[in-house]
């Protein structure tokens, strides 16, 4: 009865040891996981050793690997930088981002890393480059009620790792009108909303960013529904992006995109002009001060 029992204590503890087969061709984040196994194992690490090495959890880490978890943002690079894996960490992290975004905005995502100047009509909400973490994640709690914390962290640090190109060497001249509804309809405390207004007072402090704001005063206007951007190449046509509640649409046909940049014209035309619009903002962030 013993021997049994210890036969079955024995097969139990083999099987909870076995590491679950990975699958890298499944996504992108499943590549990840694998490059990290392939890299851990080249070490001759478990991951309870590689966890204490790079002071992280162990079940973070086996959650990675098993595609399990999202990435924290700044991970990548630690693994790099211990395995000296020449950036391979840092190359895949933002497609695994873009995984996270819905088909149909996956190709706006592509070419807004290629823009050279970027034309926008936030109507509603900031932008997502200019997003604070605080006013962003409460953006998407408020948009996704059903979502656990992890899910909405998971959606922030994607939404987090497209303002890296703002940061990039030659990051693309970004002009913005800010509906005045963007200022007026609270996201969070009112320390968020200064936090937030006051970000977009530094990023527009600067050459290669501009805000208007389009007070209620100037009337109604053709993109009440929604938001407009507008992407300017060096070597190609100008492609524009409409977004509503739910979904967005990519516009790359000359015809949609000429009435789409006139809609904008018209809109940036009655908006306040740059220096009164920060004079605005930062009478606007007193406002929120508790």
Request: charged share 25%; proline share 6%.
């Amino acid at each position: 009865m013993f021997a049994m029992a210890l036969r079955t204590w024995e097969v139990r503890t083999l099987v909870v040891a076995q590491e679950r087969e990975l699958q890298p061709g499944r996504s992108v984040r499943d590549l990840f996981g694998f490059q990290l196994r392939v890299h851990r194992k080249r070490r001759g690490k478990s991951l309870a050793a590689l966890a204490v090495e790079i002071n992280r959890s162990k079940t973070v880490l086996s959650n990675i690997e098993t595609a399990d978890r999202s990435i924290p943002p700044e991970l990548p690079a630690e693994l790099d930088e211990y395995f000296e894996s020449d950036g391979i960490f840092t190359a895949l992290y933002p497609l695994v981002c873009l995984e996270g975004f819905p088909d149909w905005s996956r190709r706006f995502m592509e070419l807004e890393a290629l823009a050279s100047t970027q034309r926008k009509f936030a109507n509603g909400a900031f932008p997502g480059l200019w997003q604070t973490r605080r006013y962003g994640k409460r953006l998407l709690e408020l948009g996704l009620p059903r979502a656990t914390p992890d899910q909405i962290e998971e959606r922030w640090s994607a939404r987090e790792s497209r303002q890296a190109l703002l940061t990039r060497d030659e990051p693309p001249h970004i002009w913005v009108v800010l509906d005045e509804v963007t200022m007026r309809r609270a996201v969070g405390s009112p320390e968020t909303m200064r936090e937030q207004i006051s970000h977009v007072l530094d990023l527009t402090d600067g050459p290669n960013a501009v805000v208007q704001v389009l007070p209620f005063s100037s009337g109604g206007h053709g993109s009440m529904a929604g938001s407009i951007t507008l992407l300017d190449f060096l070597d190609a046509p100008r492609a524009a992006y409409v977004e509503g509640y739910v979904v967005g649409q990519l516009l790359e046909s000359p015809e949609q995109v000429a009435e789409t940049s006139l809609n904008y014209d018209f809109i940036q035309a009655a908006a306040l002009p740059p220096k009164e619009s920060r004079t605005w903002l930062r009478r606007v962030m007193e406002e929120f001060r508790v």
